[in-house]
């Protein structure tokens, strides 16, 4: 009977393919050692729950992060440069040899312009980084989804930190852009963000057909990380 329930829920949200970051931005909980504290809770969740769960370090934090807890490690941003006189800017060979495995682009407090996100995911792409492509609404999403991410990560600004899940607030704009985005390049997959921390607003945010979540503060900043995320994957 329980190697049936699996067998359900494993159809039902397809569980292989689930995909949670947790962006740790500046946040003195996600800096230094405490990015390793995050990112060691996060691995033993993703263990326990079979869902991958993956961070997004400081650039500085990328490779202790790396070296010290076996998960993927996403840069927050990169710049689309090569090697030379490039003075302050995220290089992506410097991202990729400390350890990182993809990138987010475009985060609403990094916003980039359209070429500047194309040319983000092409150096990426070059590096054999994975990329997640954050977006504001349906129109960004579909635009973004042109440019072929691996992801696109739609979460409107204003909820952000806010507590106030997306697939509540809005869920149009989740199922709009799930829409868009298999419309324009269905090799592109859709994340939802804004809000989300609790296990009802990741089982929401797959309902309504992303594979996944970007999440930060609710569970960075949370008193107990670990029991945040187990309760956040605790309703698939």
Same mark, same amino acid.
């Given at each position: 009977?329980?190697?049936?329930?699996?067998?359900? /829920?494993?159809?039902?949200? $397809?569980?292989?393919?689930?995909?949670?970051?947790? $962006?740790?931005?500046?946040?003195?909980?996600?800096?230094?050692?405490?990015?390793?504290?995050?990112a060691?809770?996060?691995?033993?969740?993703?263990?326990? %729950?079979?869902?991958? /769960?993956g961070?997004?370090?400081?650039?500085?934090?990328?490779?202790?992060?790396?070296?010290?807890?076996?998960?993927?490690?996403?840069?927050?941003?990169?710049?689309?440069?090569?090697?030379?006189?490039?003075?302050?800017?995220?290089?992506?060979?410097?991202?990729?040899?400390?350890?990182?495995?993809?990138?987010? +682009?475009?985060?609403?407090?990094?916003?980039?312009?359209?070429? $500047? +996100?194309?040319?983000?995911?092409?150096?990426?792409?070059?590096a054999?980084?994975?990329?997640?492509?954050?977006?504001n !609404?349906?129109?960004?999403?579909?635009?973004?989804?042109?440019?072929? =991410?691996?992801?696109?990560?739609?979460?409107?600004?204003?909820?952000?930190?806010?507590? /106030? =899940?997306?697939?509540?607030?809005? =869920?149009?704009?989740?199922?709009?852009?799930?829409?868009?985005?298999?419309?324009? !390049?269905?090799?592109?997959?859709?994340?939802?963000?804004?809000?989300? %921390?609790?296990?009802?607003?990741?089982a929401?945010a797959?309902?309504?057909?992303?594979?996944?979540?970007?999440?930060?503060?609710?569970?960075?900043?949370?008193?107990? =990380?670990?029991?945040?995320?187990e309760?956040?994957?605790?309703?698939?």
């Open positions: 009977m329980r190697i049936l329930i699996f067998i359900i /829920i494993l159809e039902r949200f $397809n569980l292989s393919s689930t995909l949670i970051v947790l $962006n740790l931005k500046t946040y003195l909980e996600g800096t230094g050692e405490g990015a390793v504290k995050v060691q809770a996060c691995k033993e969740v993703a263990d326990d %729950s079979g869902i991958e /769960i961070v997004a370090p400081q650039f500085c934090d990328i490779y202790r992060v790396a070296s010290q807890v076996d998960l993927p490690v996403y840069a927050q941003s990169l710049d689309p440069v090569g090697a030379g006189s490039f003075t302050g800017h995220a290089f992506v060979q410097s991202i990729k040899d400390a350890g990182a495995v993809g990138t987010l +682009i475009n985060h609403s407090e990094c916003r980039l312009t359209l070429a $500047n +996100i194309d040319a983000s995911i092409t150096t990426a792409r070059n054999a980084l994975k990329t997640i492509v954050c977006t !609404n349906v129109a960004t999403s579909a635009a973004a989804a042109a440019l072929g =991410p691996d992801y696109v990560a739609v979460e409107p600004p204003e909820l952000i930190g806010s507590g /106030i =899940p997306v697939s509540k607030a809005d =869920p149009g704009v989740v199922t709009g852009s799930v829409d868009a985005v298999k419309r324009i !390049n269905p090799a592109v997959q859709v994340l939802c963000g804004a809000g989300i %921390s609790k296990g009802e607003d990741l929401a797959l309902e309504l057909g992303s594979v996944g979540v970007l999440l930060a503060s609710g569970i960075v900043k949370a008193a107990d =990380p670990k029991a945040a995320l309760d956040l994957v605790s309703k698939v």
